[in-house]
């Protein structure tokens, strides 16, 4: 078993005014050589977007663009003709393949919006842009793992990414175990909320835990957590 702890203080950080924001990953001017990336996942950020701001018409090409709100509502508009309106509870992907402009901002005039923006590098390359959102309820993640984002082909649960990629989440009061879907693949362990072990690994709130050569993960928790987890290929 090989392992990897980012300790949230631990961060990159952006605060521009309208967004604040912090980086598990390198990402825009902040730049860590030993934080480029944990195998496909790219981009791990905790966006913070006051209210009625947000993140002007831009493109991306080739990349797996994931969007998961914590609190708020985000509105997302792209080139493939596609408007939603996102909260809490609903997981967005977008597959930019070959090319697709989009742009998101705080759909509240006054409070803020929270989210995180998530990037997953591609199996394939150049594909035809998708788009797809779901509601995931909570329910069905309580001492449980609910899978919300699997590879295209698979018979699992979620939205479908381009990338032998599983996510899930799980609100924890005691113990579970999470098996890989594919033994070759690492799990990147991102704490929402609350305090969890994780292979003997004590984490807290937005601390990050990649784990890799291992096929099963134990988690534990003596109060609460809600644990995002991210099974990604290492190599590709």
Aim: proline letters at 3%; glycine letters at 10%; charged letters at 25%.
């Amino acid at each position: 078993m090989k392992t990897i702890y980012h300790a949230s203080d631990s961060r990159g950080k952006a605060n521009h005014g309208w967004l604040n924001s912090f980086h598990t990953f390198s990402f825009a001017n902040y730049y860590d050589p030993e934080r480029v990336n944990f195998g496909a996942l790219r981009v791990l950020n905790d966006d913070t977007v006051s209210g009625g701001m947000g993140f002007g018409k831009h493109p991306h090409d080739n990349m797996e663009i994931v969007s998961i709100p914590l609190d708020g509502a985000l509105e997302h508009q792209d080139s493939m003709g596609n408007k939603a309106i996102i909260k809490k509870g609903e997981v967005q992907l977008m597959s930019a393949g070959t090319g697709v402009t989009h742009s998101e901002k705080n759909f509240d005039l006054k409070n803020t919006v929270k989210f995180l923006q998530i990037w997953i590098m591609p199996e394939k390359r150049n594909i035809q842009p998708r788009y797809e959102q779901e509601v995931f309820e909570a329910e069905g993640r309580k001492n449980a793992i609910q899978t919300v984002i699997s590879p295209i082909g698979s018979n699992d649960g979620g939205l479908k990414i381009n990338q032998k990629a599983w996510f899930s989440l799980v609100d924890l009061s005691g113990e579970i175990k999470y098996d890989l879907k594919d033994k070759s693949n690492g799990v990147y362990v991102f704490v929402l909320e609350g305090d969890v072990e994780v292979e003997n690994q004590k984490l807290n709130r937005r601390d990050g835990f990649g784990v890799w050569e291992i096929g099963t993960l134990n988690l534990k928790t003596d109060t609460s957590a809600e644990i995002l987890l991210m099974e990604v290929p290492m190599k590709f």
